[in-house]
């Protein structure tokens, strides 16, 4: 990355969203490796609620676990919403609704790592 500006794209989802019985986050976080983002995290939330409007949230007597789930991804503007464009039918597909936004932003610090195959 070359640039003091990047852009974040945030994917608002849930941890029970799949795509072909895989989880959505998964999916997307491959997808964003394959098409060699520069970065990709998933976070995950204790309480929220999105399109539908009810609230899920962490409860310790839950045997099932569905909390809201943020994917982030930053990299150039451009690689940025090429990406969007491709993993966009993904999210057209999920039966439940998701809310995706974008944000430019200034990067401060970046120091590459090294792959853990390369070290010696």
């Known amino acids: 990355m070359n640039t003091s500006k990047v852009k974040i794209l945030r994917i608002f989802i849930s941890s029970t969203d799949k795509l072909k019985h895989k989880a959505l986050y998964e999916v997307i976080v491959f997808a964003a490796r ?8 998933v976070l ?6 999105g399109a539908t409007s009810t609230i899920f949230s962490i409860k310790f007597w839950e045997v ?3 909390v809201p789930l943020v994917v982030e991804i930053v990299d150039e503007p451009e690689k940025i919403d090429l990406f969007f464009q491709k993993i966009s ?8 609704g998701c809310i995706v936004t974008s944000f430019t932003a ?5 120091k590459p790592g090294k792959n853990k195959k390369t070290r010696q």
């Open 89 to 96: 039918p993904y999210l057209e597909k999920i039966k439940n």
């Open 34 to 41: 394959r098409y060699k983002m520069a970065g990709a995290t």
């Open 64 to 66: 099932m676990e569905k």
């Open 106 to 110: 200034d990067m401060v610090f970046f």
């Open 44 to 49: 995950k939330g204790i309480m929220g609620y």
